[in-house]
């Protein structure tokens, strides 16, 4: 049995104001030209399908396009709701869906979904077990001890009859982490993750922690929630990581989709299949004369991050490149003021300055000149309307 593996989709999202649903849909395709080709019997879609809640009228339009696709093509489908999306609304249709191939599991209701499949080693188990928090799972089970994510997984598995002795396949959306490996950070979950592993470091047993060895009795764990595509602990428990990079973070990252073979019990293949993008996110960085000449313009339609060593600020300098890079994202600078400015440590003296002398002495250190009493009273306007307070 062939099954590709996907995750967070964020079908919908906006990177720094730009929309990503026409790469997103071009991605999508490319994800099923390559399971149609690879003769795959099901994909399996680890959560977060949807950037919002409330998903756009476009984003349900682009998902449900996907899905009809496989199903025309007899490539069924495995999905769970992650953090991100709506179970309500990710879960409506699904009982009719269920006939074309399309399996739902949006809301832990006390059982943990399961499709079995019949193939030429015997049979395969397939469980579907959506985001889920300890609240959700001590509803159910108000007996069992559970303080944590962990312990609630631990429960939702120990509950449910697995036949460790045939093939068996989980797909989850948690932040899930060996005892003593934590994965790899870079994505746009950013915030809410890096804190879950800044919590992770420096406490046992974090709240939002589940543990590998909840999954043992799995032949492969498809995991979502963290975009950088990895392994934790053994091989076959992975992130899919996202098709597409989300964030200036993920620059580097090779996008990729896992395509897992089952064989017989004990035997599982994994190969990554790169992917490619309709528009890749890259870097440029370097004054800017430079890194407008002609001869070093390339695939212009990219989506770029700037960064300008330039000593003095470029006037609308984002204007300047778009006419070059259409795409460009955002420009940042790295030059002596902005390295002096990295140095400067906010100690307790300088927090018992009021907020106009440290506005002139930032002023004073980027542009090299005093700030004037125009400016200042039209900074101090500004800082008013947002709540800041010359004593602040």
Known sequence: MKLLHLGDLHIGKSVNDFSMIEDQEYILNQILKIAIEQNVDGVLIAGDVYDRTIPSEEAVRVFD?????????????????????????????????????????????????????????????????????????????????INNYHDAVEVVIRETEINPAERNVIVAHQFVAGRKELPQIGGSENVSVKRQVNRAEETVGTVELVYTDCFDDFDYVALGHIHAAQKIGREEVRYSGSPLKY???????????????????G??????????????????????????????????????????????????????????????????????????????????????????????????????????????????????????????
């Open 65 to 145: 396009d996907f899905l009809c696709k496989l199903s025309a093509k007899k490539i069924d489908a495995y999905i769970i709701s992650g953090n991100h999306d709506s179970d309500e609304r990710l879960h409506f249709g699904s009982r009719l869906f269920e006939q074309s191939g399309i399996h739902i599991a949006s809301k832990y209701n006390g059982t943990m979904y399961c499709h079995s499949v019949e193939d030429d080693f015997g049979t395969v188990h397939i469980y579907l077990l959506p985001f889920v928090k300890a609240s959700q799972v001590r509803h159910y089970f108000p007996d069992a001890e």
């Open 247 to 265: 964030s200036k973070s993920e620059i580097f990252h090779q996008k990729s989709v896992p395509m897992i073979t089952l064989n017989e019990k």
């Open 267 to 392: 035997t599982v293949e994994i190969e990554l299949i790169p992917l490619k993008p309709l528009r890749d996110m890259r870097q440029l960085t370097g004054k800017m004369e430079q890194l407008l000449r002609a001869e070093n313009v390339e695939d212009p339609e990219d989506y770029i991050f700037v960064t300008l060593t330039d000593e003095n600020p470029v006037q609308d300098a984002i204007l300047v490149f778009r006419q070059t890079y259409p795409n460009t994202m955002k420009i940042e600078y790295d030059n002596s003021h902005t390295r002096s400015m990295e140095k400067i440590e906010l100690s307790e003296t300088v927090m018992e300055k009021p907020f106009s002398e440290l506005a002139e002495e930032f002023y004073q250190m980027m542009y090299g000149t005093e700030m004037s009493k125009e400016e200042m009273e039209i900074l101090m306007q500004a800082a008013k309307e947002v709540g800041i307070n010359e004593a602040d």
